[in-house]
């Protein structure tokens, strides 16, 4: 376990208040808005009035009952939400006061309590370059946090990143329809058509996660870097303009990539920094979730 239990249960505390007023004052109604049960379902039936639709005229009752009766069907609001969690050794780099595991785990935090609120399923699939855990669906308040617990304990897994891979389980394991939040700093190859695939059959919600210091290097002289995947050391010397430009340009560049990925295949997307609150990026999702719904 990567911090003890005792360490462990007071992040998860602090993240159950903030996360809990955020959800009552910010979240409630929103996310019920946004997404959707899997269809309908039957609920009564009921007299004809004028105007009913005829084609949902219940025959048999209807033949029972001397006139006629029609069908009533609401929406079937149950839903499975499951997070797809990166914790390869890269996800325990911050800059400032929030790794991006930790960033991670206030996420699934939020969406988790958001999703308990409105009576929903909620899984974990944790997984670097190979499948890690998987927690199945689950419905409460217990399940939610243990699914934060389980993110925050994973923090520094020293192994690679498949996102391929988890994908391509989540597949497997999940074969009702799901929302899927796959939360990873996307430094991997080569996902493309897993990631398409797992869009066809989820409503799967992107969500990259970056540091400041990901995408621009500070002039801070001589300094050591270790690739946490490969443990690999390079010495860099951060005062030469043009290795930071160089450094800005391929950060800049890897970017474009991922957002032409994401447009391509019609995908919501939920950028996160480990810099900035995460509640407004989740904001910002379900504003455009709820404008695309109403536009059709």
Same mark, same amino acid.
């Given at each position: 376990?990567? +911090?003890?239990?005792?360490?462990?249960?007071?992040?998860?505390?602090? %993240?159950?208040?903030?996360?809990?007023? %955020?959800? *009552?004052?910010?979240?409630?109604?929103?996310?019920?808005?946004?997404?959707?049960?899997?269809?309908?379902?039957?609920?009564?039936?009921?007299?004809?009035?004028?105007? *009913?639709?005829?084609?949902?005229?219940?025959?048999?009752?209807?033949?029972?009952?001397?006139?006629?009766?029609?069908?009533?069907?609401?929406?079937? $609001?149950?839903?499975?939400?499951?997070?797809? #969690?990166?914790?390869?050794?890269?996800?325990?780099?911050?800059?400032?006061?929030?790794?991006?595991?930790?960033?991670?785990?206030?996420?699934?935090? &939020?969406?988790?309590?958001?999703?308990?609120?409105?009576?929903?399923?909620?899984? &974990?699939?944790?997984?670097?370059? $190979?499948?890690?855990?998987?927690?199945?669906?689950?419905?409460?308040?217990?399940?939610?946090?243990?699914?934060?617990?389980?993110?925050?304990?994973?923090?520094?897994?020293?192994?690679?990143?498949?996102?391929?891979?988890?994908?391509?389980?989540?597949?497997?394991?999940?074969? @009702?329809?799901?929302?899927?939040?796959?939360?990873?700093?996307? &430094?991997?190859?080569?996902?493309?058509?897993?990631?398409?695939?797992?869009?066809?059959?989820?409503?799967?919600?992107?969500?990259? +996660?970056?540091?400041?210091?990901?995408?621009?290097?500070?002039?801070?002289?001589?300094?050591? +870097?270790?690739?946490?995947?490969?443990?690999?050391?390079?010495?860099?010397?951060?005062?030469?303009?043009?290795?930071?430009?160089?450094?800005?340009?391929?950060?800049?560049?890897?970017?474009?990539?991922?957002? $032409? %990925?994401?447009?391509?295949?019609?995908?919501? @997307? &939920?950028?996160?920094?480990?810099?900035?609150?995460? +509640?407004?990026? #989740?904001?910002?999702?379900?504003?455009?979730?709820?404008?695309?719904?109403?536009?059709?």
């Amino acid at each position: 376990m990567a +911090i003890d239990t005792k360490e462990l249960m007071k992040q998860v505390g602090r %993240l159950r208040v903030l996360t809990n007023r %955020l959800v *009552d004052q910010q979240l409630t109604g929103a996310y019920h808005a946004v997404f959707k049960g899997q269809g309908i379902e039957f609920d009564e039936v009921r007299e004809y009035a004028f105007g *009913d639709d005829v084609r949902s005229i219940d025959w048999n009752v209807t033949a029972r009952m001397g006139h006629p009766y029609i069908k009533r069907f609401s929406e079937e $609001r149950e839903l499975t939400v499951i997070f797809l #969690v990166d914790i390869s050794g890269s996800q325990c780099f911050g800059s400032g006061t929030r790794s991006k595991a930790e960033t991670a785990a206030e996420l699934t935090c &939020l969406l988790a309590l958001s999703a308990i609120k409105n009576q929903d399923n909620i899984g &974990l699939i944790l997984f670097s370059d $190979r499948i890690e855990k998987c927690i199945p669906p689950r419905k409460g308040r217990t399940a939610a946090m243990r699914l934060v617990r389980e993110v925050l304990a994973a923090e520094e897994t020293p192994h690679g990143t498949d996102i391929a891979g988890a994908l391509r389980f989540l597949t497997s394991v999940q074969k @009702r329809r799901a929302v899927v939040f796959l939360i990873s700093d996307f &430094l991997d190859n080569n996902y493309d058509k897993a990631l398409r695939v797992a869009s066809r059959k989820h409503d799967l919600i992107c969500c990259p +996660i970056r540091d400041p210091r990901e995408v621009e290097l500070p002039d801070v002289g001589l300094i050591e +870097i270790e690739n946490a995947e490969t443990g690999e050391l390079m010495l860099v010397d951060t005062r030469s303009a043009s290795l930071r430009a160089h450094f800005a340009q391929q950060a800049s560049a890897e970017q474009e990539t991922l957002n $032409r %990925l994401f447009t391509r295949n019609k995908m919501d @997307r &939920l950028d996160l920094s480990t810099a900035q609150p995460v +509640i407004d990026e #989740v904001r910002r999702l379900f504003r455009r979730r709820q404008v695309r719904s109403k536009n059709g």
